[in-house]
């Protein structure tokens, strides 16, 4: 049978983990119930101790304890109680012994669980029930696929609402390790796609193309946390090529926006060596939140701006601006090491320089698209593309590209070795 790892924090949350562990074994899976509580001794008994947890971390539960007493400390003691399961969910994986991982908590237990989750692989059954989820759940999901749920009540004893939200939750988890199948990842190499709404009909032209040549695909949604979900899974050697169609989030990083993906965007492809195709998808919107939180740089009459949605407010970039977002562009795809090809658009980066469109701006695009020619080594192909970005002869010519690309390292699928 499949195991289940449930975390807790068992000197305050004992009953309830209980509850959830006697569930998943009636729903027919294994637990390995583990006690991450820093507080006291817990209050059922646990498969793993909290000095288990705290020894993998090498530290010890009395030294924890006096830390999480301690003004100001707490938190110190909770990092290292999630160091050491995510140390021992680990060694489990290897030996076979953890199929996925839940836990419950408030917001010293969900940060020890999630930190745990998100040290998992993409695919491996996380859930976290959690009273913090109510509010922003980014810092506790990160780029990895935990399933949330809001236990609506505290989880602070059971009750007829509480038994039915949590049993849900474990029938929940059941269901997903229990299903896990053994398909193979090897069928087709997989090509990630950069794309937002703005640059989408480009996007799904690319996808298309590539589909119909032999790839599997994988779309991330530039939106911050998607860029980082993008590079960390071509570090971790799971994408085999790269359409970087929407470089976005470059704005955002640069002037404050809201959908900034860190400093590693546009850079792991390049140092891992894989053949990418770079494009500057909607490099000439900056991303801020709603209206009234568009910093006052930004929000003046002689600026172009575009209510996205409710929470999502464009700015276009000057030229100033766009000269240097064009530099940076070049300086994250300078040292690439594989092949790589960049293509710019001369009719637009994104739906918002369509014909009649509110961003259309040739000495912007002339300021953007100059200093990424200027920036690029001479080994780096950069192709003037006569379309906008969603043109279907853009999205012709970025996978054309790409097949050149792969063709230097490997033959297309179906091909004989």
Known sequence: MPTVVLLGTLDTKGPEHAFVRDRLLDA????????????????????VPAHDVARAAGTTIEELRAAGLAAGHRAIALD??????????????????????????????????SAVLRSLPIGVPKLLVSTMT???????VGTRDLTLVHPVTDIQGLNRVSRRVLENAANAMAGMVRGLSAASDADAPLVAISMMGVTTPGAQGVQARLEAAGFETIVFHANGAGGMA??????????????DLTTNELTSELY??????????LTTAGHIGIPQVVAPGALEVINFGPRATVPERF???????????ASVTSVRATAGEAAEIGARFAERVSPSTGPTAVLLPLQGCSKYELPNGPFIDPDADAALFGAIR????SGIPCEDVDANINDASFAEAATRAFLELWQEIRELPGEPA
Do not use: Q
């Open 134 to 140: 109510s509010g922003d759940m980014r810092p506790y």
């Open 374 to 377: 200027a920036g690029l080594p």
């Open 256 to 265: 404050g926006g809201i959908l900034s993906a860190g400093s590693r965007r």
């Open 299 to 309: 929000a003046g009459p002689e600026r172009r701006i575009v209510i996205h949605s």
């Open 80 to 113: 290292a109680m999630a160091e050491g399961a995510i140390a021992l969910v680990a060694g489990w994986r290897r030996e076979g012994r953890c199929d996925g991982v839940m836990g419950l908590g408030g917001s010293g237990g969900s940060a020890i669980v």
């Open 230 to 243: 993008m590079e960390e899974l071509i570090e971790a050697g799971a994408i085999d090529g790269v359409v």
């Open 28 to 47: 027919g899976v294994e637990v390995l119930l583990v006690d991450v509580g820093i507080l006291d001794r817990p209050t059922i008994e646990p498969d």
